[in-house]
């Protein structure tokens, strides 16, 4: 179930890093998942530039994130050390313990392939150029948390030989065009360290909350949970369908790297500021940010973000907005570039929520906290939006949270 899944992704917000090194500030697994994945639609985006348009399978890579994903979750305590041993000793044990921790959360769903494929995917050794990225993406990843710890403390007994062995996990993917220009710190380097910052960037700043989360972390349950629902729309979503839906939810909130996560009622409270604040975003976007990756991108980029909660297609290369029904009887074709902008809406809500709702439970509450799971829940208790019940989720989430 969606809610099963939201709640097991926060988690991951409490599952600190690098917990056996001094840190200057906190690294948790959440945000870590959240920039490999952008790393890895850099790298997968560079490979389809170098390699040709059909080279990448983006619902592979997709589905290959998730399932490692959830796969770490249950595992994450182990030392990176420990668990590659202990894969390469006991993985079908360990694999087939994995499964039976979540499948009361993949009970439940129309679409019941998904289970499959996680176990197809997990019994697999077959070194797939997507599984190549993600785990470059992971590397990379990893190497930007450690220069942060590196420069803090270099003088930690056995850094060097983490140093090393990092560096040497990136060298072995170097085939991947991608990796050499990350390297390079030059523009695809600034753009992977711009996002990266978003995990410096808290959500609700204004009121303190456990777990507290990121922008970056918060941007990753968004575009899982998209992914999940466009799978239980009742309609066999096109590909790019599902890529738009998920990319979307994973860059909606890029533009705040400029601007700071700026709360909804400081929004409101000045007519026209949220106007103001979006004009400023759409400006740094395309002055600051979008320069940083190469020219073909940019369309997608500002596709990702701008009017990211309207239900939109390209039609003859112009964006039309339009209804649910549409996107499923005329749009729902690779040609169309589909993408369901009020499902994110939904599920950016529904992270909210549980942002709110989690930190109530743990007794870390504000009045702001308190005022926006009720103000939520009032508004979405009854709805539903492209084919989920979001109603439902809701409330299933709620009773979840509170047992």
């Known amino acids: 179930m969606i809610e099963n899944l939201i709640e097991r992704f926060f988690k991951a917000a409490t599952m600190e890093r690098w917990n056996d090194h001094i840190r200057p500030v906190q690294l948790t697994e959440l945000d870590k998942q959240a920039h490999k994945m952008i790393i890895a639609y850099v790298l997968a985006k560079i490979e389809e530039d170098s390699r040709g348009k059909d080279s990448i399978n983006w619902i592979n890579l997709i589905e290959g994130f998730l399932f490692d994903f959830l796969h770490r979750l249950v595992l994450t305590d182990l030392k990176p050390s420990v668990f590659h041993r202990m894969m390469d000793e006991k993985r079908e044990e360990l694999n087939q ?101 978003l995990r410096f960037q808290k959500r609700w700043a204004h009121s303190p909350r456990i777990p507290e989360t990121s922008v970056l972390g918060h941007m990753l349950i ?56 979006k004009e400023y975003e759409d400006y740094q976007m395309k002055e600051e940010l979008l320069p940083l990756l190469p020219k073909t991108w940019h369309e997608e980029m500002l596709y990702f973000t701008g009017d990211e909660f309207k239900n939109k297609i390209k039609d003859s290369e112009n964006i039309k907005f339009v209804s649910f029904n549409d996107l499923n009887k005329k749009y729902n074709k690779n040609e169309y570039y589909s993408l369901d902008g009020e499902l994110v809406q939904a599920c950016d809500q529904l992270a909210a929520f549980a942002e709110a709702k989690i930190s109530i439970r743990h007794g870390v509450t504000s009045k702001d906290l308190e005022d926006a799971q009720k103000g939520i829940m009032d508004y979405w208790k009854s709805k539903k939006v492209s084919g989920n019940d979001f109603g439902h989720i809701f409330r299933n989430l709620e009773e979840l949270i509170e047992e």
């Not at 996560?261 to 103001?276: A, E, F, H, T």
């Open 97 to 197: 313990h994995v499964l039976n921790e979540l499948k009361p959360d993949l009970n439940g769903f129309k679409d019941t392939s998904f289970e499959e494929k996680f176990k197809n995917y997990l019994s697999s050794r077959e070194s797939t150029l997507e599984k190549r990225i993600l785990r470059a993406a992971h590397y990379l990843a990893t190497n930007w948390e450690f220069k942060i710890i590196y420069n803090t403390a270099p003088f930690i007994y056995g850094i060097e030989k983490t140093k090393e062995r990092i560096e040497n996990q990136i060298e072995d993917h170097y085939d991947l065009i991608g990796v050499q220009k990350i390297m390079l710190e030059k523009k695809s380097f600034g753009f992977v360290d711009l996002c990266g910052q």
């Open 222 to 277: 968004v575009a899982t949970t998209s992914y999940f629902c466009t799978l239980e729309m009742g309609v066999n979503a096109c590909e790019k369908r599902i890529y738009n839906n998920f990319f979307a939810g994973l860059f909606h909130d890029l533009p705040e790297v400029m601007t700071k996560d700026i709360i909804s009622p400081v929004k409101r409270s000045v007519k026209g500021l949220d106007d103001i604040i």
